[in-house]
């Protein structure tokens, strides 16, 4: 079963960069998609980011636009999320995923195997 773990949250003031890291054990992380979502408490998780296979394909969610930025190595099965001019509204619970078939991209169905999340608070 393949295992993701995030890592590289924390607590910031807003404008802030932070980086996150997933990382995965498994051989055949270089062909999936792997997306980025993230839960405020209260809410309901939502799709942030996403990247294909091969780093050819990103997509975001319209409020992060500009500011982040998703990348992958795939030499190292580790998919990044760059956060640059952070903002109140993006605290919250920050998970790595999975997508075998690259299907449903921006919905959590499409996602096969989630990593545990990291935190991100960002005061003002």
């Known amino acids: 079963q393949a295992q993701l773990v995030e890592s590289g949250g924390g607590s910031v003031q807003a404008g802030a960069s932070l980086r996150l890291s997933c990382s995965a054990s498994?051989?055949?992380?270089?062909?999936?998609?792997m997306g980025w979502f993230r839960q405020a408490p209260g809410k309901e998780r939502e799709f942030v980011a996403a990247?294909?296979?091969?780093?050819?394909?990103?997509y975001y969610r319209d409020s992060v636009k500009g500011r982040f930025t998703i990348s992958r190595d795939n030499a190292k099965n580790t998919v990044y999320l760059q956060m640059n001019s952070l903002k109140p509204a993006d605290t919250a619970g920050y998970y790595c995923?999975?997508?075998?078939?690259?299907?449903?991209?921006?919905?959590?169905?499409?996602?096969?195997?989630w990593g545990p999340g990291t935190q991100v608070t960002v005061s003002s």
């Open positions: 995923a999975g997508n075998r078939y690259g299907l449903g991209i921006r919905g959590e169905n499409g996602y096969d195997y």
């Open positions: 990247i294909s296979w091969n780093g050819g394909s990103t």
């Open positions: 498994e051989r055949t992380f270089s062909s999936k998609t």
